[in-house]
Structures are given as C-alpha cells and as structure tokens.
C-alpha cells in the first residue's frame, strides 16, 4: 500500500495548482480506502507509456495493485483521486517470495486457477464426482475465498512485471498469521488435485514439472518466514 500511496500523492504534488495536499485514510468493510486530494481540478489521465519510458506508470501500478480506484472532483474546488486495497489484519506477516521468474508464476497462476475453477464447479454439482474430487471441491471453495486477495495482488504484481520486461519479480504476500497453515493446506490440496488430474478424475491438466517445484517453494517459504526466518530467493 506504501506504493500506491507514493504513487498517488506525487501525482499530486507534480501535477497540483498549489501547497495544499490532504490524505484521508479510513477502513471499512475489511476494505483500506485511501483519498489524496488537491486543488487541481483536472482529473487524471491513465497514460501508455513506452517499453524505455521512467514516467508515467503511476496510474498503470494502481491500476494494477489496487482492488478499486477512481478520481471526483470536489465541490469546493480541486479534485480526489483514491483506491482501495484488501485491509491488512494487525497480525499480518508480510511473506516474501524473491526472484521468482514471471513466467513460471503466471503459469503457476493460471493452473491453479483452472484447477481451483473445476473444483468449484464440481461442489455446485456433485453428481457423478469421486469423494476425493467432492472433498478437494468444498476444500477448494474455503481455500480459494480465504486467499483470493493475495493470489490476485501477487499475479497483478507478476502481470506488470511482464509486461514492463523483467524476467523476475519479487513478491510481497501480507498474510494473516494465523492462515500460515490454510497456505500450506492450499499447496497440499493442489498436489492431490493434480493426481486426480493424471487419473483423469479432473479435465484440468497436472501442473508441470517446473510449476510444481514452485509450488512446494512457496509452501517452505511460508513456513519458514512464519518462523522467524529470513526469505530465500527462488532458484529452481
């Protein structure tokens, strides 16, 4: 969120009419809302910039990062430009996963997706479903809702490193303390849904060879940074 709220408030004072910036920060609703207003009455303007631009990103990352965004102009004069994020638990460890190549966690992104979609259906409808199939289902429905708002922030952070070129991302998951052990049910549940896979139980594909190192490498890191350690990049 520091991010985001360095992003918009440079917008304002690069691009304001005067001293006066105001910051308003309030939570609602498990939703973080944070308002940045100026006396400019102008409101943004989301640019395009070029692959070897340094400028003009700034409405592209909030875009990106924030669950919601927007610009009002003020009845006094000026405007407001805010976003809002997932409100963070004051228990919250912050879990970092380093140098992971953008690549593999997009791909990583996308199975898990497509396996965790299938699962889902599959509890609506449970006719026909093995019980492991019809386990995994209302497994993947608490799982899936619990962290829904990291595995989008850390893919949306992943889709913009794409697409300004890099080859690695480092990710920062802000995980509630007390769901260290739902991160790591999550991975588990992903292993026994690819057996289903290769069983040809499940239409998705098994995540590949690669994807699934991944996978169990996030699973460790979580339980390492959980326990006091420091963070270890990815490295295959």
Same mark, same amino acid.
Request: net charge negative; charged share 25%; with cysteine.
């Given at each position: 969120?520091?991010?985001?709220?360095?992003?918009?408030?440079?917008? $304002?004072?690069?691009?304001? #009419?005067?001293?006066?910036?105001?910051? &308003?920060?309030?939570?609602?609703?498990?939703?973080?809302?944070?308002? #940045?207003?100026?006396?400019?009455?102008?409101?943004?303007? +989301?640019?395009?910039?070029?692959?070897?631009?340094?400028? =003009?990103? =700034?409405?592209?990352?909030?875009?990106?990062?924030? /669950?919601?965004?927007?610009? &009002?102009? /003020? !009845?006094?004069?000026g405007k407001v430009v805010w976003f809002e994020v997932v409100a963070a638990d004051a228990r919250t460890v912050p879990i970092f996963l380093l140098a992971i190549p953008v690549h593999l966690f997009v791909r990583h992104a996308m199975q898990m997706d497509d396996v965790l979609h299938e699962l889902r259906l599959r509890g609506l409808d449970n006719n026909g479903s093995s019980s492991a199939s019809a386990r995994l289902s209302q497994v993947a429905a608490?799982? $899936? &809702? *619990?962290?829904?708002?990291?595995?989008?922030?850390? /893919? *949306?952070?992943?889709?913009? *490193?794409?697409? +300004?070129? @890099? !080859? $690695?991302?480092?990710? !920062? /998951?802000?995980?509630?303390?007390?769901?260290? @052990?739902? *991160?790591?049910?999550?991975?588990?549940?992903? =292993?026994e849904a690819d057996e289903l896979c290769r069983l040809g139980q499940l239409m998705a594909l098994p995540a590949p060879g690669d994807v699934a190192i991944l996978r169990r490498w996030v699973a460790a890191e979580v339980v390492r940074q959980l326990a006091g350690e420091p963070p270890n990049p990815y490295r295959g």
């Open positions: 969120m520091r991010l985001l709220v360095s992003e918009v408030v440079t917008n $304002a004072v690069l691009y304001g #009419v005067g001293e006066s910036i105001e910051v &308003d920060v309030r939570c609602d609703h498990g939703r973080l809302r944070v308002e #940045v207003g100026d006396p400019n009455p102008s409101l943004p303007i +989301r640019r395009r910039p070029g692959p070897g631009s340094t400028s =003009g990103r =700034g409405l592209e990352l909030v875009d990106v990062l924030a /669950l919601a965004w927007g610009a &009002d102009p /003020l !009845e006094r004069g608490e799982l $899936a &809702d *619990a962290f829904a708002p990291f595995h989008h922030g850390a /893919l *949306a952070a992943a889709e913009l *490193a794409r697409r +300004r070129g @890099q !080859e $690695a991302v480092d990710l !920062e /998951l802000p995980l509630p303390s007390h769901d260290g @052990q739902s *991160a790591i049910e999550l991975m588990t549940m992903l =292993g």
